[in-house]
C-alpha cells in the first residue's frame, strides 16, 4: 500500500518534468521557435552525455567542485563554531550577533570586485565569496539550534560526571546536529548557485566559464549543457547530504 | 537602567557598522595596496555617484525592475505554496521540479532568456522573478503543512467552505513562515538585481560597478559596494518594520533571514 503510494507520488512528480520537456520538443517540432535559439531536448541531452565523456569538460566540473567544496568546508568549520560559541557565552554572543545583523542581508556577490581586487582572479577569489555566502544560513542555524538545547540534559550529563568540557561534544553538538544539517543543506544549495556566478563573471575554467564561452559564441546547445550539469551536481550533493543526515541522525525521532 | 541597556542593543547594528569600516580603514592603511582604497576615501566618492543624474536614472530603474518582479513573484508564490501544503497530490506534483531547478543560478538563465527576449527590462525582471519565487514558495509551503488540523476541522464545522478555509484560516496561520519566506526572497531580489546587471552590462547598478572595476576607478567600485550594501541593510530593517505589525502576536523562530542566494 505505502509503495504504491509512493510511486503514484513518484509519477505525479515526473509529469511536470515530462510535460516541460514535451512542450520543449513540441514548441521546435511546431517551428515556434528555431532551432537555433531553442535546440530540441533530445539534441540537448545527447550532447551532454557526449561531453560528459570528454576530459576538457571533466576538468571544467573538476575545477568548479574543488572552489565549491573549498569554500563550503570553510563555512560549514567558520559557521558551526562561531555558531556554538554565540551560543555558549553571552559575552560572544553580544559581538557577533550585531555584526551578523549588518552582514546577513548584505548582498555578498557586490563584494566580489572588493574580492577580485584583493585576492586576484584565481581560486582565492571565488573560495572566498562561496565561504561568504554560505556561512550564514549554517551560522544562523547552529546558532538557534544549541541555543535551544534542553538544559535538563545538560544538568544530566554533568550529574553523569561529564567534565565541563566533554559536555560541548557529548551533548550541545549532537543535540543541535537537526538543526546544523538543515543550515548546511540551504548552504550547499548556495555554494552551487554561487561557485556557477561567480565563475560566469569572472574565469578561465569551470561550469560557469563554459556558459559564458558558449554565450559569446551563440551555441545554444552548449549553454545548456552546463545549466543541466550544475542542476544535477546539486541533486547528487543534495542526496549525499540526504544520506549523511539519515545517518548520523540514526538515533533521532523523525530525523 | 533598562533604557540604557536597550540604547545599546538598539545601537548595536550601527556600532557594527562603524566597527567594520574602521576594520577597513586599518586593513587598507596597512595592506597600502593601490587597489584597495581606505573606507574614508571610497565614503567621499559616493555622493559623486549619488550626484551624477545618469548614475542615479540607473539605479532608480535598477529598482523599478526588482519591485516589479518581487511583487508579481510574491503574488504568484503565496497561492502556490500554500495550495502545495495543503494538498498531497499538488505537493507531490510540484516538489520534484521544484528540486531540480533550485541549484541552478537564476542569473545564469540570462544568456539564454536574452537569446528570447533581448537585453531589455523583461528578461531581468523575468529573472529577478524567478529568483523570488523559489524561497517564497519553499517558505509558504512549510508554513501551510504546519497548520493545525484542528483549526482546520473546526473550520469545515462552522461551515467554511475548502477556498474560505484557506484564505481565512491557513493563509494566517502560515503568514509568519509566509513573511519569513519573503523577506529571504527580498535579499534574493537585490542579489539577482545585480547579478543579472553585471551579466547583461546595459543599464543599472551592476553595471556601473563592473565598468567601474574594468576601468580601474576602485574608489567608485567601493562606494557602490557601500551603497549596495546599505540597500539591502536599509531593505530588510523596512522589511523586518512591516513584519513585526502584521504578525505582532509571533515571535519569529530566527530573527533573521535564514536562506538567500
Known amino acids: 500500500m505505502m509503495s504504491r503510494l509512493l510511486s503514484a507520488n513518484v509519477l505525479l512528480g515526473i509529469a511536470p518534468i515530462a510535460l516541460i520537456i514535451a512542450l520543449w520538443q513540441g514548441l521546435v517540432s511546431f517551428g515556434f521557435a528555431p532551432a537555433v535559439l531553442l535546440p530540441p531536448p533530445g539534441f540537448v541531452f545527447g550532447r551532454l552525455l557526449q561531453q560528459l565523456a570528454t576530459w576538457t569538460f571533466q576538468q571544467e566540473i573538476a575545477a568548479t567542485l574543488i572552489r565549491l567544496f573549498a569554500g563550503f568546508a570553510i563555512a560549514v568549520v567558520l559557521g558551526v563554531s562561531i555558531g556554538i560559541a554565540a551560543a555558549a557565552s553571552p559575552a560572544i554572543n553580544a559581538v557577533v550577533r550585531p555584526i551578523v545583523r549588518v552582514l546577513a542581508p548584505l548582498p555578498k556577490v557586490a563584494l566580489y570586485p572588493a574580492l577580485l581586487l584583493l585576492l586576484g582572479f584565481g581560486h582565492g577569489s571565488k573560495v572566498t ?68 556566478l561567480a565563475e560566469m563573471i569572472t574565469s578561465t575554467d569551470g561550469l560557469g566559464h563554459a556558459l559564458v564561452t558558449a554565450a559569446r559564441t551563440f551555441q545554444a546547445v552548449d549553454m545548456f549543457v552546463p545549466l543541466i550539469t550544475i542542476s544535477l551536481l546539486g541533486l547528487i550533493l543534495n542526496a549525499l547530504l540526504g544520506a549523511l543526515r539519515s545517518y548520523l541522525l540514526r538515533g533521532f525521532p523523525e530525523a | 537602567m533598562t533604557s540604557l541597556a536597550a540604547l545599546i542593543r538598539r545601537a548595536a547594528p550601527v556600532l557594527a557598522c562603524i566597527g567594520l569600516l574602521v576594520v577597513w580603514q586599518v586593513a587598507s592603511l596597512v595592506l597600502k595596496n593601490d587597489s584597495f582604497p581606505t573606507a574614508v576615501e571610497a565614503i567621499w566618492a559616493i555622493p559623486d555617484i549619488l550626484g551624477d543624474k545618469e548614475a542615479l536614472l540607473n539605479i532608480l530603474a535598477s529598482l523599478r525592475r526588482m519591485a516589479l518582479g518581487f511583487c508579481v513573484a510574491v503574488l504568484i508564490s503565496i497561492p502556490l505554496g500554500l495550495l502545495m501544503g495543503r494538498s498531497r497530490s499538488v505537493a507531490a506534483f510540484f516538489n520534484p521540479l521544484l528540486m531540480v531547478i533550485y541549484p541552478v543560478p537564476k542569473a545564469a538563465l540570462m544568456p539564454i532568456i536574452m537569446l528570447w527576449l533581448g537585453v531589455g527590462d523583461i528578461t531581468k525582471t523575468l529573472v529577478i522573478f524567478l529568483g523570488v519565487s523559489l524561497p517564497v514558495i519553499y517558505h509558504s509551503f512549510e508554513g501551510a503543512k504546519a497548520v493545525e488540523e484542528k483549526m482546520l476541522w473546526s473550520g469545515a464545522a462552522m461551515g467554511l467552505s475548502p477556498s474560505q478555509r484557506l484564505v481565512r484560516i491557513v493563509l494566517p496561520a502560515a503568514l509568519p513562515e509566509i513573511l519569513t519566506g519573503c523577506r529571504t526572497g527580498l535579499v534574493l531580489a537585490l542579489i539577482t538585481m545585480i547579478t543579472s546587471e553585471m551579466i547583461a552590462r546595459q543599464s543599472g547598478a551592476g553595471n556601473i560597478l563592473f565598468n567601474a572595476l574594468d576601468m580601474g576607478q576602485y574608489d567608485t567600485v567601493f562606494a557602490m559596494i557601500i551603497i549596495v550594501g546599505a540597500m539591502g541593510i536599509f531593505f530588510d530593517a523596512m522589511f523586518e518594520r512591516v513584519r513585526a505589525r502584521l504578525v505582532r502576536w509571533s515571535e519569529p523562530q530566527f530573527d533573521l533571514p535564514l536562506s538567500f542566494s
Open chain 1, 129 to 196: 565569496l562561496v565561504a561568504a555566502d554560505a556561512l550564514f544560513p549554517i551560522l544562523l542555524s547552529t546558532y538557534y539550534g544549541a541555543s535551544t538545547v534542553e538544559q535538563k540534559l545538560i544538568w544530566s550529563a554533568m550529574a553523569a560526571g561529564t567534565p565541563r568540557t566533554q559536555i560541548l561534544f557529548r551533548v550541545v553538538l549532537p543535540a543541535a546536529m537537526p538543526s546544523i544539517l538543515t543550515g548546511c543543506r540551504i548552504g550547499l544549495v548556495i555554494s552551487c548557485i554561487v561557485v556557477f
